[in-house]
Protein backbone atom coordinates (compact mmCIF):
# COMPACT_ATOMS: atom_id res chain seq x y z
CA UNK A 1 0.00 0.00 0.00
CA UNK A 2 1.76 3.42 -0.89
CA UNK A 3 1.16 6.55 0.95
CA UNK A 4 1.16 9.52 0.29
CA UNK A 5 3.15 12.04 2.37
CA UNK A 6 1.63 14.56 4.21
CA UNK A 7 2.67 18.36 3.21
CA UNK A 8 3.83 20.34 6.19
CA UNK A 9 3.76 23.73 6.78
CA UNK A 10 1.65 26.51 5.16
CA UNK A 11 0.77 26.18 1.17
CA UNK A 12 2.89 28.14 -0.97
CA UNK A 13 1.70 30.98 -2.78
CA UNK A 14 1.25 31.82 -6.55
CA UNK A 15 1.45 35.44 -7.43
CA UNK A 16 -2.54 35.39 -7.97
CA UNK A 17 -3.25 34.16 -4.56
CA UNK A 18 -0.27 36.89 -2.61
CA UNK A 19 -1.50 39.41 -4.91
CA UNK A 20 -4.90 39.27 -3.85
CA UNK A 21 -3.78 39.05 -0.23
CA UNK A 22 -2.05 42.02 -0.51
CA UNK A 23 -4.59 43.40 -2.39
CA UNK A 24 -6.40 42.95 1.30
CA UNK A 25 -4.01 44.27 3.31
CA UNK A 26 -3.69 47.59 1.13
CA UNK A 27 -7.29 48.26 1.57
CA UNK A 28 -7.42 47.51 5.17
CA UNK A 29 -4.18 49.23 6.24
CA UNK A 30 -3.70 51.99 3.11
CA UNK A 31 -0.61 51.10 0.84
CA UNK A 32 1.58 53.54 2.82
CA UNK A 33 0.67 52.04 5.82
CA UNK A 34 2.05 48.36 4.69
CA UNK A 35 5.30 47.08 4.71
CA UNK A 36 6.89 43.78 3.09
CA UNK A 37 6.93 42.61 6.38
CA UNK A 38 3.60 43.25 7.10
CA UNK A 39 2.58 41.16 4.03
CA UNK A 40 5.13 38.64 5.14
CA UNK A 41 3.45 37.92 8.48
CA UNK A 42 0.37 38.07 6.91
CA UNK A 43 0.71 35.36 4.06
CA UNK A 44 2.74 33.46 6.81
CA UNK A 45 6.10 33.10 4.56
CA UNK A 46 9.21 35.51 4.45
CA UNK A 47 9.86 38.21 2.81
CA UNK A 48 12.23 36.71 0.04
CA UNK A 49 9.63 34.16 -0.69
CA UNK A 50 7.10 37.27 -1.51
CA UNK A 51 10.48 38.22 -3.68
CA UNK A 52 10.11 35.08 -5.63
CA UNK A 53 7.03 36.38 -7.20
CA UNK A 54 7.35 40.27 -7.33
CA UNK A 55 10.36 42.48 -7.44
CA UNK A 56 8.64 45.20 -5.11
CA UNK A 57 5.55 46.25 -2.63
CA UNK A 58 5.01 48.71 -6.07
CA UNK A 59 4.76 45.76 -8.43
CA UNK A 60 2.04 44.28 -6.28
CA UNK A 61 0.64 48.21 -6.48
CA UNK A 62 1.10 48.16 -10.20
CA UNK A 63 -0.12 44.83 -10.58
CA UNK A 64 -3.51 45.46 -8.47
CA UNK A 65 -4.71 48.60 -9.85
CA UNK A 66 -3.97 47.37 -13.64
CA UNK A 67 -5.82 44.67 -12.89
CA UNK A 68 -8.76 47.12 -12.48
CA UNK A 69 -8.46 49.60 -15.10
CA UNK A 70 -7.70 46.73 -17.57
CA UNK A 71 -11.26 45.65 -16.92
CA UNK A 72 -12.61 48.91 -16.99
CA UNK A 73 -11.07 49.65 -20.29
CA UNK A 74 -11.64 46.57 -21.52
CA UNK A 75 -15.42 47.14 -21.68
CA UNK A 76 -15.00 50.56 -22.57
CA UNK A 77 -13.04 48.86 -26.03
CA UNK A 78 -16.50 46.70 -26.48
CA UNK A 79 -18.66 49.70 -26.61
CA UNK A 80 -16.51 51.43 -28.65
CA UNK A 81 -16.44 48.74 -31.58
CA UNK A 82 -20.27 49.05 -31.19
CA UNK A 83 -22.89 50.75 -32.97
CA UNK A 84 -26.23 52.02 -31.71
CA UNK A 85 -27.02 55.09 -30.18
CA UNK A 86 -24.98 56.82 -27.86
CA UNK A 87 -26.83 56.91 -25.13
CA UNK A 88 -27.29 52.91 -25.33
CA UNK A 89 -23.68 52.73 -25.60
CA UNK A 90 -23.31 55.17 -22.50
CA UNK A 91 -25.83 52.86 -20.41
CA UNK A 92 -23.66 49.45 -21.70
CA UNK A 93 -20.50 51.48 -20.28
CA UNK A 94 -21.95 51.88 -16.60
CA UNK A 95 -23.86 48.53 -16.96
CA UNK A 96 -20.34 46.71 -17.90
CA UNK A 97 -18.20 48.87 -15.48
CA UNK A 98 -20.35 47.81 -12.40
CA UNK A 99 -19.48 44.21 -13.78
CA UNK A 100 -16.13 45.17 -13.46
CA UNK A 101 -16.30 46.67 -10.20
CA UNK A 102 -18.68 43.24 -8.39
CA UNK A 103 -15.79 41.06 -9.95
CA UNK A 104 -12.82 42.96 -9.09
CA UNK A 105 -14.15 44.92 -5.92
CA UNK A 106 -11.12 44.51 -4.18
CA UNK A 107 -9.36 45.95 -7.10
CA UNK A 108 -11.75 48.81 -7.83
CA UNK A 109 -11.53 49.23 -3.80
CA UNK A 110 -7.78 49.83 -3.96
CA UNK A 111 -7.79 52.06 -7.24
CA UNK A 112 -10.74 54.88 -6.12
CA UNK A 113 -8.67 54.86 -3.08
CA UNK A 114 -4.95 55.82 -4.59
CA UNK A 115 -3.82 59.60 -4.05
CA UNK A 116 -0.99 59.83 -6.20
CA UNK A 117 1.56 59.35 -3.87
CA UNK A 118 3.67 57.06 -5.70
CA UNK A 119 4.88 56.77 -9.89
CA UNK A 120 2.75 53.85 -9.75
CA UNK A 121 -0.68 55.33 -8.85
CA UNK A 122 -0.03 59.00 -10.63
CA UNK A 123 0.18 56.04 -13.98
CA UNK A 124 -2.71 55.25 -12.59
CA UNK A 125 -4.75 58.28 -11.93
CA UNK A 126 -3.51 59.05 -15.63
CA UNK A 127 -5.30 55.91 -17.20
CA UNK A 128 -8.53 56.79 -14.58
CA UNK A 129 -8.46 60.70 -16.47
CA UNK A 130 -8.45 58.72 -19.37
CA UNK A 131 -11.30 56.73 -18.87
CA UNK A 132 -13.10 59.56 -17.82
CA UNK A 133 -12.69 61.18 -21.32
CA UNK A 134 -13.68 58.12 -22.99
CA UNK A 135 -17.04 58.73 -20.44
CA UNK A 136 -17.25 62.50 -21.16
CA UNK A 137 -17.58 61.61 -25.32
CA UNK A 138 -19.91 59.06 -24.97
CA UNK A 139 -21.77 61.62 -22.83
CA UNK A 140 -21.60 64.72 -25.30
CA UNK A 141 -22.13 62.31 -28.43
CA UNK A 142 -25.37 61.46 -26.27
CA UNK A 143 -26.49 65.49 -26.20
CA UNK A 144 -25.32 65.99 -29.72
CA UNK A 145 -28.09 63.46 -30.49
CA UNK A 146 -30.47 64.76 -28.08
CA UNK A 147 -30.53 62.43 -25.32
CA UNK A 148 -28.80 63.72 -22.88
CA UNK A 149 -29.49 66.56 -20.84
CA UNK A 150 -27.43 69.48 -22.80
CA UNK A 151 -27.90 71.83 -20.23
CA UNK A 152 -25.40 69.77 -17.60
CA UNK A 153 -21.90 69.85 -18.78
CA UNK A 154 -20.68 66.69 -19.54
CA UNK A 155 -17.71 66.50 -17.80
CA UNK A 156 -20.21 66.91 -14.75
CA UNK A 157 -22.84 64.56 -15.98
CA UNK A 158 -20.26 61.76 -16.40
CA UNK A 159 -18.20 62.42 -13.23
CA UNK A 160 -22.15 62.42 -11.61
CA UNK A 161 -22.84 59.14 -13.30
CA UNK A 162 -19.31 57.24 -12.33
CA UNK A 163 -19.42 58.58 -9.13
CA UNK A 164 -22.62 56.87 -8.53
CA UNK A 165 -20.76 53.35 -9.97
CA UNK A 166 -17.93 54.04 -7.63
CA UNK A 167 -20.05 54.65 -4.84
CA UNK A 168 -20.25 51.05 -4.98
CA UNK A 169 -17.52 49.96 -3.11
CA UNK A 170 -18.40 51.89 0.01
CA UNK A 171 -21.83 49.21 0.44
CA UNK A 172 -22.01 46.57 -2.14
CA UNK A 173 -20.93 43.08 -0.50
CA UNK A 174 -21.44 39.98 -2.59
CA UNK A 175 -22.91 38.20 0.13
CA UNK A 176 -25.85 40.48 0.34
CA UNK A 177 -27.36 37.93 -2.65
CA UNK A 178 -26.97 41.12 -4.82
CA UNK A 179 -26.20 40.56 -8.44
CA UNK A 180 -24.14 42.61 -10.43
CA UNK A 181 -26.79 42.16 -13.12
CA UNK A 182 -29.29 43.50 -10.47
CA UNK A 183 -26.95 46.17 -9.38
CA UNK A 184 -26.36 47.56 -12.86
CA UNK A 185 -30.29 47.49 -13.49
CA UNK A 186 -31.09 49.44 -10.21
CA UNK A 187 -27.95 52.08 -10.76
CA UNK A 188 -28.83 52.70 -14.79
CA UNK A 189 -32.74 53.28 -13.66
CA UNK A 190 -32.03 55.53 -10.98
CA UNK A 191 -29.25 57.32 -13.24
CA UNK A 192 -30.39 57.24 -16.85
CA UNK A 193 -34.27 58.11 -16.17
CA UNK A 194 -32.43 60.81 -14.63
CA UNK A 195 -30.50 61.78 -17.57
CA UNK A 196 -32.42 61.05 -20.14
CA UNK A 197 -34.31 64.30 -22.15
CA UNK A 198 -37.74 64.53 -21.92
Not at 20 to 38: I, K, L, P, Q
Not at 170 to 182: C, D, I, K
Request: proline share 4%.
Amino acid sequence: MTTIPVRRGRPGYDQESLLRVAVRVFNERGYDGTSMEDLSRKLGITKSAIYHHVSSKEELLRLALDRALDGLFAAAADIEGSNGPSIERLERLVRASVAVLVDQLPFVTLLLRVRGNTKVERAALARRREFDHLVTDLVKQAAAEGDVRPDIDPSVTARLLFGLVNSLIEWYRPRGGLTAEHLAENLCAVAFDGLRAK
